[in-house]
Structures are given as C-alpha cells and as structure tokens.
C-alpha cells in the first residue's frame, strides 16, 4: 500500500452514517445507473456530523509516534494501551504505510523528528461539519478546534474499498475542491482553531455499493503541502481527524 493513502475504518462509517439524515447522492463517472438511480442521485444532501480521532474506534494513531522507552529510539503508533498523554510525539524516520486492521504494524520503527506536541495534545482536536449539495454544487463546513497551534492542513475526500481488502491496499485520496489541491489547504490560528469553507462542483460521493467515503484532515509538520497528494505518511503529513459519509439514497 503506497503511503500516501489516507484512512477511514468501516465501523466508523456504519457509526457515522447509521446516525446522519441525508436526502440524496451525486451521480459519478463509471457508475451504471437507472432512472430511478439518477434520481436518487440529483436528490439535495443536508448532513451535520462530526470528525474523530483513530483511537475513538479503537484503532492506532497511524501518523504520529511515541517513543515507550525513553533514550531506545525506537517508536510506535499510540494505541488506548497508552495511557501517559504527557509523551511526546515523533514523526517517522522513512514513511509509513497505513495499517488500520493490522494490530501488528503498530512498530517499532527508527525515532524520527520530535514533532513539539504531546499525545494529549494530539488528542485534543475535534471537528464539527455541515455539508450540503444542492443542484450539483456542494459545500461544506468545519468548525475544529484543539489542532496544531498554527498548523497547516489539508482537506481530503477518500474512498476504500467495500468490505475492506485483506491485506489492506489503502485508500484512493483526492484534495476537497480544485484537483490541484489549492481548495483544500487550510491553517489553524495560534490558539489550535480552524475554520474550513469550500464551495465545489461536483458535490462530494457518499458511500456507495462497493465503496465506503469519507473526509479526513492531514497535518502538515514540514509546514508544506503537496498538491494533489498528501506527501509522505508519518515523516511529514500526519492524518489527524477523519469522518464518515453516509450512503447515499437509493441503495
């Protein structure tokens, strides 16, 4: 799985979703459709919900990194095991692959850069988010707070395979708005709070028959971003809160 892919977890999206009211999907490219099913498609989407952290559906962190003995060099993915908030966090010396629902790809790997945050701080972040589509175009709205104090970040829309793949391959990743990724880049203010507003066309895919989507936000610890990637997991970008969407209607 290449590292530059981003997570969503299907508990998360069944969670999520079985809690959302929402109207309606979007057509997309390659999907065979009836009548019945464009209909459904056009249909307008209103959703509010919020975003998570990993450990919230018991999984590891997958980007950030501490070292459980001090002085080893050697660090791992912080799981709900860890329970000192007060360590603090790595980056990777070499990028990781995403291994979600691999309870054995937690590390250890070699120490990379200190990242300046302990594991509460990390912790801390949380997202509110309105969505809506209406006649082809979307927009969407979070409110977050408890990120990287003046933290840059990127707005992702990702796509897994439903039920997941053993192994896992990763997920397929695109920048919210403009393909070039100049619409998904956003920066939190000194005190960790952000605002993310984008109007885009076409509206975001929901979950579909053999695809679970969803919306994730990377941290970006080289103050960079990279387009239309993420750029390398766990040395430099760093998925921090992700959320469901729901399945669309008519399936």
Known sequence: MSSRNLLMTTSALFALGAGI???GGVVRAGEATTPAAEAAYDAPVSLTFRFKRHIDDDLAEQDVLIEREPGSGEVFRPTKGDRDLSLPLYAAAEPLAHEPFDETANGPWPKGQPLGLTLGEWLDAK?????????????????????????????????????????????????VGKR??????????????????????????????????????????DGKTYGALPGDFAEVAHVHLYAALPKRSGI
């Not at 990120?147 to 840059?152: H, I, K, S």
């Open 180 to 221: 070039d990724g100049t619409q998904s880049v956003f920066t939190a203010d000194d005190d960790g709070n952000a605002t993310f507003n984008a109007a885009f066309k076409p509206c975001l895919q929901l979950t579909g028959e053999h695809l679970f989507a969803g919306l994730a936000i990377a941290w970006h610890s």
């Open 127 to 175: 997202g509110e988010a309105q969505y809506s589509c209406a006649d082809g175009a979307g927009h969407l709205s979070v409110d977050f707070t408890g990120l990287v104090p003046d933290g840059v970040y990127t707005m992702w829309h990702f796509f897994m395979a439903s039920p997941p793949t053993t192994p896992f391959i990763g997920t397929y990743d695109l920048p």
């Open 21 to 23: 009211a929402f109207g």
